[in-house]
């Protein structure tokens, strides 16, 4: 069965770093895309980047070009998405997903709250 | 930058009804589009691919066409399971840009 569990919600205060996680199982980790979609409060969805776990191509939204980092361990099929100044904005739910024929398995969600 | 939109941004309906939502691009994506319905606290949930592909278990009373430009998404009778928030996304734009639509409310009438 193919699974994607994401690290759980984090409390983190304005400046400070975060790195969330995504493991997948179930499937080769290696052949897929996987993405990052991040929907804030009572918002749509919107796609932050994707990375290739295999060799690690990363590519990022213009709108998260800087703001974010998206990378993977293969040998622990996981990837990361990470902060380095963590701002009230970034406050939100951020999803990974696989990208097969569309995002077809998604992880559960990581909340993150950022607040002083 | 490849841009989606939706109409309507909202829709009631009572279980039973034909609902019918449509995903515009703002140039040409062929058939690579796709929907997700998601539903209060939960992860968005994969609905069609390629524009008119079914994914695997789900119901037969969705049904997607369309290409190009404009696409639409087909309830053919609506059921209680199915009040939820239904996006559209793009995977045309290389390198991997996967814009979504804005999401369309379906709620009960």
């Known amino acids: 069965e193919v699974q994607l569990v994401q690290s759980g919600a984090e409390v983190k205060k304005p400046g400070e770093s975060l790195k969330i996680s995504c493991k997948g199982s179930?499937?080769?980790?290696?052949?897929?895309?996987i993405g990052w979609v991040r929907q804030m409060p009572g918002k749509g969805l919107e796609w932050m980047g994707i990375?290739?776990?295999?060799?690690?191509?990363?590519r990022y939204s213009p709108s998260f070009q800087g703001q974010v980092t998206i990378s993977a361990d293969k040998s622990i099929s996981t990837a990361y998405l990470q902060w380095s100044s963590l701002k009230a904005s970034d406050t939100a739910m951020y999803y990974c997903?696989?990208?097969?024929?569309?995002?077809?398995?998604w992880g559960q969600g990581t909340l993150v709250t950022v607040s002083s | 930058d490849i841009q989606m939109t939706q109409s309507p941004s909202s829709l009631s309906a009572s279980v039973g009804d034909r609902v019918t939502i449509t995903c515009r691009a703002s140039?040409?994506?062929?058939?690579?589009l796709n929907w997700y319905q998601q539903k209060p606290g939960k992860a968005p949930k994969l609905l069609i691919y390629?524009?008119?592909s079914l994914q695997s278990g789900v119901p037969s009373r969705f049904s997607g066409s369309g290409s190009g430009t404009d696409f639409t998404l087909t309830i053919s009778s609506l059921q209680p399971e199915d009040f939820a928030t239904y996006y559209c996304?793009?995977?045309?734009?290389?390198?991997?840009?996967?814009?979504f639509g804005p999401g369309t409310k379906v709620d009960i009438k």
């Open positions: 997903a696989r990208q097969g024929s569309g995002l077809d398995y």
């Open positions: 179930g499937y080769s980790f290696t052949s897929y895309w």
């Open positions: 990375i290739y776990p295999g060799d690690s191509d990363t």
């Open positions: 140039q040409s994506i062929s058939s690579y």
């Open positions: 390629a524009a008119s």
């Open positions: 996304q793009q995977s045309y734009s290389t390198p991997p840009l996967f814009t």
